[in-house]
């Protein structure tokens, strides 16, 4: 076994874009690369920001590009465009994430041990891509709990709570350690056909003892791995253990313009007028410009704000053979100017619908901020 690495991906988002500044400035003493992988497809401003930061740390992001595409000279999207005969990526048939983001990242991992830093925020509700690969261990910055959850669920398997135990009594005595070890003898009742009820039993039980101490959970659990198979096990130490900093959505904006990096145009609110009301739209998310997660909002924001974006969306169409972005509409039926009224009203009255809750008056609260998509595209 190779050196560990500490990889960063950076997808284009504000999120992992806010996570390389957070560790290059928290923890300077990682040795990370960056990496991106580029579509070919993305609008300008990801290409900009993926500049800013390289500014910024001082450092190149290495441009991964799929070697097929690369071998014949081509535009990634359009060279699997091509291999697929014009059938589109959708949510249930992702090629595009498949061949342009993960087999170029496993390929640039090879069978080196690698320690992958993801930005998903301590706000959101999900885990995001976990590679299958053994040789890849997936940690979670932002969030109060930073490790993945195989992780998690080997840690606090009923069949572990003895040792776990004894880990914790290297770090904890009195009270303390009997309070946690209440916590940790508890048997975990997981169901076998309710993998959703078993999430939500692990979970609470985690929060619990993380409630305990978060950084003395992080050394039990790094002390765990160090008889597993987990890249981290090759580690002596972890910077990460002890950080205790848990960064939501308001953190990554200011993290992003305090740094002079700056927020992707991309996600500045820009001002429509539908029945004589304003209301603003904007873009989501990163990734491709013609990403078929977009809502429908989106694609209206792209026709009107990046028209030639748009029109080149509308060319890989094909409305005969039912290849279009969006399951029952095509984008020539999406900017019919009275489908884009009602596109503008649905969402208007949207944002009406939320102007009650302060944590939730802007765009891109309403809008699912990318949860439909994947780290490898929208963090
Ligand atoms: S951004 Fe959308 S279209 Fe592009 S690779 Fe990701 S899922 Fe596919």
Known sequence: MGKVKHLLGISGGKDSAALAIYLNDKHPELDLTYYFCDTGKELDETYQLIENIEIYLGKKIAKLEPADAVKSDENPFDH??????????????????????????????????????????????????????????????????????????????????EHLMDL???????????????????????????PLQNKKVIHNKLNSILDKGIAQFNRVTFDYLKDTEYPLAQESDFPLLENEEVLVKKDIFRTLEESGVGVPEYYHEVEY??????????????????????????????????????KEAMEYENEKEGFTWNQNESLKEIIDPKRVEQIK????????????????????DILDDGDAGCTACFV
């Open 80 to 161: 699997y465009y091509k291999a697929y005969r014009g059938y589109l990526p959708s949510s249930v048939a992702r090629w595009c994430t498949k061949k342009m983001k993960l087999e170029p990242f496993e390929r640039f991992v090879g069978d080196d041990p690698v320690v992958s830093y993801v930005g998903i925020r301590g706000d959101e509700d999900r885990e995001g891509y976990i590679s299958k690969k053994q040789n890849i261990q997936s940690i979670f910055p932002f969030r109060r709990n930073i490790w993945s959850e195989d992780v998690i669920r080997k840690v606090l398997s009923n069949t572990n709570r």
């Open 168 to 194: 914790y009594s290297s770090y904890l005595s009195g009270s303390e350690l009997d309070s946690v070890s209440e916590l940790v003898s508890e048997k975990l009742i997981l169901e076998l056909k309710n």
């Open 273 to 310: 007028e539908v029945d004589g009301e304003k209301g603003t739209y904007a873009r989501s998310r990163s990734g491709c410009f013609f990403c078929f997660f977009q809502q429908k909002i989106e694609w209206v924001w792209l026709h009107e704000q990046h028209p030639k974006r748009f």
């Open 345 to 364: 009203r649905d969402h208007l009255n949207k944002l009406k619908a939320n102007s009650n809750n302060k944590d939730s008056n802007k765009l891109m």
